[in-house]
């Protein structure tokens, strides 16, 4: 169940980020500019294996056990539920991204609609919430002494997510292209950088639209 759960998420994800690359010419946007820098094209490549081994291990130590037919446990329906949910979050998000950057009309735009309203990275949430709901599950199958490992993958994911590579970089990235205008710094302070604020979701029900050009 763990390792479905996780070729579901690995799959759609991956799916996403080559086809995205094909949009962009073939062209990773992201290590465009480490090409050039041996030593930090390494490390981000290091840190990017290092995730992919640690979000993975749960599965890889529950695959090395006996198999053994067990039934369901509320934990593993409550975590399921949990990454269902994250999944969604970040499937939508990443689809709504996608048809917002591909309108010439809001070429220069900064995103504000859909999830984007309620959280400045709609799509990183949901990347933790799913690990965090699959760790409930690799947790109920691990043996006691070793259901420590399950936490492994949500933590390491929001650490690098939140303090690494992608939270500060884009935020540093936003701030310099759009800072200079009042509606993306009033949309900064009105809306959560991971956890929706109540005024979001009050705003969002409210069916308030957003989206300021450049």
């Known amino acids: 169940l763990v390792s479905a759960c996780f070729l579901a998420w690995s799959g759609r ?28 094209f390494l490390t981000a490549w290091t840190v990017q294996g290092t995730w992919v081994y640690l979000v993975g291990l749960p599965a890889y130590v529950l695959n090395t056990m ?4 067990t039934p369901l446990t509320a934990l593993d329906v409550l975590g ?3 990454w269902a949910c994250g999944l969604a979050v970040q499937a939508v998000a990443d689809a709504q991204k996608t048809a917002f950057r591909a ?13 984007w309203a309620l959280s400045r990275h709609p799509n ?5 919430t799913l690990h965090c709901g699959l760790a409930l599950v690799a947790a109920t199958g691990l043996p006691p002494g070793d259901r420590l490992i399950a936490v492994v993958p949500p933590l390491f994911t929001a650490m ?3 303090f690494v590579s992608g939270v500060p970089l884009l935020e540093k990235a936003a701030d310099k292209r759009w800072g200079h205008l009042e509606a993306y710094r009033e949309y900064k302070e009105s809306t ?3 956890l929706p604020y109540p005024s979001s979701l009050w ?8 989206a300021k050009r450049e």
């Open 80 to 82: 399921l539920l949990v």
């Open 124 to 128: 990183y949430l949901g990347e933790i």
């Open 192 to 194: 959560g950088m991971l």
């Open 13 to 40: 994800l991956g799916y996403f980020l080559f086809s995205r690359i094909q949009r962009d010419g073939g062209v990773d946007r992201r290590f465009a500019r480490l090409r050039t820098n041996a030593p930090a």
């Open 203 to 210: 705003a969002a029900l409210a069916g308030a639209p957003r």
């Open 103 to 115: 309108d010439p009309l809001r070429k220069g735009q900064f995103i504000t609609t859909g999830l």
């Open 160 to 162: 690098l997510l939140l």
């Open 66 to 69: 006996a198999a053994e037919d």
